[in-house]
């Protein structure tokens, strides 16, 4: 079966439904054709065929050669802010280069790599959590600190989550990842495996060449973890108006693009304070572990660890003998087509 990306583009939508059914006929049974996920992007419209396992839903890759990394030709100017929260940070944190050229040493170049097909899972499934009485010891001591409510226990292991499933039903679950040979190892026997580096960069930033998968630029004025309620929030304590003059017209109050599905419908890089597990024991990618966000760094710094091609030696290229913590290690499933 032609599963290649020329094959893919050149196909009219009925062609690309009546390939995916006929792939859902060749996988696992508890596989099945979901949906077509349908987004414009600029002037065409990307189709993407979801499929979907359980609760999971898998987003097809197809194979051959795509363009990934960063091209510092491009023509990048960084916003007044931008510089501004560089300039501020530059000293405390030894920059002594340009924004430019540190932007040059924390992306990667551009380069072409070949791809094999393959069906990636839309939003992480790692750690995993498997449920535990409420009379266990480790929720009965969650229970007590927090009250019988949804809590998520951090700051130890294994981590103990209460959820809170309405109508006074509560479920009490133990959480955790294993080691990343562990993993590897069961994620085989299910006949999964962790994605590359290469492939994790094309599901984020699906192609596109621009810094963000949403564009060349983040807002200046607030973190990536700052949801719009917190905002909106903020701006009432401090008597602002919701349509009063922004510095950032571009950005408004409730500008959550990093929070949702890219073109290819898949969720990634949005949170700064988790990286993500690849085939690689020594690489994660996305995120630093919240080091800018809780250094007090200047909000650039920490957008630019969400970049679709952000790869800084000292946050993604790891310690193989360091262990895997939740919730600053996530991952997700692939599921080879090749």
Known sequence: MDLSFDRWERSSSDERDSLCRALAAQLPSDFSYHSMHCVRDGERLRETAHFQRGDSTFALIPGGPVELGF??????????????????????????????????RVTLRPRTVALSPHLIETAPSIPWWREIPLDDPRAKDLSRKSGLRAME?????????????????????????????????????????????????????????????????????????????????????????????????????????????????????????????????????????????CGGAAFFFSWLTLATAYFDEQFCARDPGRPNEYPYHIGRRVFPLD
Not at 72 to 92: A, F, M, N, V
Not at 204 to 223: I, Q, V
Not at 265 to 289: K, V, Y
């Open 71 to 104: 091209d510092l030709d491009r023509p990048w100017t960084p916003t007044k802010h931008e510089l501004s929260g560089y300039s501020s940070c530059s000293e405390e944190y030894d920059l002594p280069e340009s924004i430019h050229d540190y932007l040059a």
């Open 153 to 293: 226990q951090w700051g130890s292991y294994p981590v103990v989550r209460i959820r809170d499933l309405g109508d006074g039903k509560f479920v009490a679950e133990l959480g955790g990842v294993p080691s990343h040979a562990e993993l590897t190892a069961k994620l085989s026997s299910e006949g999964f495996r962790l994605p590359t580096s290469d492939e994790w960069e094309y599901a984020c930033g699906a192609g596109n060449p621009t810094l963000y998968r949403w564009g060349d630029h983040a807002p200046s004025d607030r973190e990536p973890r700052v949801t719009t309620e917190q905002s909106l929030d903020l701006m009432r304590r401090m008597r602002i108006e919701v349509a009063g003059n922004r510095s950032q017209p571009e950005f408004p109050w409730d500008w959550e693009l990093h929070r949702r599905p890219n073109v290819l419908g898949i969720t990634m890089a949005s949170i700064t304070t988790t990286s993500e597990l690849t085939a690689d024991t020594c690489i994660t990618r996305g995120g630093d572990g919240g080091c800018f966000a």
